[in-house]
């Protein structure tokens, strides 16, 4: 039995939570001492550090968080191939931001009003989400109408990774919601995101015939298992450890 | 704050230069509010040499903070536990706070930060000389915190009385949250010292690697110092380099001791008489070869810090281009009046 009460924690919904916020935090901690402004050197830190609390909740409802964390292979994590996309150049990551932050606040904004075994979770990190929200959408407003390079740059970004914004709307096992509705909010925000921020809506699909729920399969992108091997090498190297 | 008299006396005027017979008059409202220990404000008249001096050491001071963040950055991605990882990158993130406070203080005194970094990234200005040494394991990010960030503390508790207000309390403010991060050093190590012989064995070897670059970090001897002398004067400093060095030294043997781990100094002994540890001589040579740009991390650091810099001009132009666009008032954007950022430029 859980410590959520009698209801069983949904193992597979916890995992795909915990392993997106797991995953995107990881990316974000790789900015630290490179970002192109103190500013953001503070808030890059500060989303990765939101998103890796909410991973050490979630996985600890799954089991002992660094098991899951340092001691699953590649197959076995259950997070979106759009949280582990490369950094690439800022407009990469915000793009990234733009189009996780939208879905998490939806997805969580339903499950704090649900009373499932998210609920008290998603109340507070939905919180935190907004704010991860707020700073995607001012910084895809700067660089779509900023200067014409920052345009282009931020357009590009936002086309390059839409292909990867359909598998976020595959249902996850344990998770009541209506994911077409989620689905519909999520591209009405983003549209009018973009729009204000001068930006074309990307066109072409937004899942491939590799791609639909790849991720939540355990089905990954290439760049993610040289991730894993960075994270994981010194824990592994250690076997039976506590630090 | 400086007192009544002296700020009756001692503002700079908004139109120019006072002349000479007012000047010794400011000299003397200032030398009275230093020795009365009181807090010289930003308005308030300063020697240019003070001002000069304070903006070089807050700026390195600040440097140091964004220089710094990278030895630690090294093992975000590789921190072996999630708890270990939060607390690591909760740290840089502090760091990257303390720069801007230290550079908001620099700022008080006429400069501005992109200045300031422009210096930095040109080698006109420098930074703490430890952040040159690389992290190697895990466990340099336990020594770091207990032994860097114990050296910055025992430098930094006595710059809370500093005769410069905004320095003073930007250091009261920084002091808390370093000694945060030392603790978690601290602990970091201790895990690792009682863990397994492999995890002891690092942890130890750690030590031995920074001891030595930490006690550099409070300067070079009383005898070779500079700027000593003036600074204690103008009480921007409170004690000589060689006393706070003794200082660290006196705390560091004890905790060694509780840690489990030894400090790789063989001359290091108490002595009764002195009431204080002896400890073997220091490498100067090393020291200054650091601090020349010889030092094993030098090229790597600057290096990084630029092109993260160079990289991101795009970024902050565009958020400049948008603010001219965005910030005239009515709500109203230059796209909708048919104005362009480049015309109000």
Known sequence: MTATGPATVPVTAALALGDDALVLSHRLGEWAGHAPVLEEEVALANIALDLLGQARILLSMAGDEDELAYLREERAFRNLQLVEQPNGDFAHTIARQLYFSTYQQLLYAELAAGDGPFAPLAAKAVKEVAYHRDHAEQWTRRLGDGTETSHERMRHACAALWKFTGEMFQPIEGLETDWTGLDQRWQESVADVLSRATLPLPEGPRTGAWSAGAGRQGLHTEPFGRMLAEMQHLHRSHPGASW | ?345
């Open chain 2, 1 to 345: 704050m400086a007192t009544a008299a002296a700020q009756r006396t001692a503002r700079t005027p908004a139109d120019g230069a006072p002349d000479s017979v007012d000047t010794a008059a400011y000299q003397h409202a200032f030398d009275t509010a230093v020795a009365a220990d009181e807090r010289i404000e930003p308005r308030d008249w300063m020697p240019d040499a003070y001002r000069a001096t304070l903006v070089r050491q807050i700026a390195q001071h600040a440097h140091s903070e964004i220089i710094g963040m990278q030895p630690e950055a090294n093992w975000i991605t590789r921190a072996p536990s999630l708890r270990r990882k939060a607390i690591l990158m909760a740290k840089v993130q502090d760091e990257a706070g303390h720069g801007l406070y230290l550079y908001s203080a620099a700022e008080t005194l006429g400069t501005g930060r992109d200045e300031l970094l422009d210096k930095l990234h040109s080698g006109r200005q420098k930074y703490s000389s430890i952040f040159n040494y690389p992290t190697l394991t895990w466990a340099d990010v336990g020594a770091i915190g207990w032994l860097v960030d114990g050296a910055a503390i025992t430098n930094q508790v006595p710059l809370c009385r500093c005769s410069y207000g905004p320095y003073a309390r930007a250091m009261v403010r920084i002091c808390k949250e370093e000694s945060f991060h030392q603790r978690q050093g601290y602990e970091l190590l201790l895990a690792l010292s009682k863990g397994t012989p492999a995890q002891h064995a690092m942890a130890q070897d750690a030590v031995n690697r920074w001891w030595w670059p930490s006690l550099m970090m409070f300067g070079p001897p009383d005898d070779a110092s500079q700027h000593s002398a003036q600074s204690m004067e103008w009480k921007i400093k409170r004690h000589s380099n060689d006393e706070l060095r003794q200082r660290f030294v006196d705390i560091c043997v004890p905790q060694a001791e509780s840690l489990g781990l030894t400090l790789p100094d063989p001359d290091l002994r108490w002595n009764e008489e002195r009431g204080h540890h002896d400890f073997g001589p220091i490498d100067w040579t090393e020291f200054w070869e650091v601090l020349k740009g010889n030092g094993p991390c030098n090229e790597q650091r600057i290096t990084q810090r630029r092109r993260a810099h160079d990289e991101g001009a795009w970024v902050r132009e565009a958020a400049a281009a948008y603010a001219a666009k965005h910030t005239r008032g009515t709500g109203e954007t230059a796209h909708e009046t048919g104005e362009t950022g480049a015309e109000q430029a």
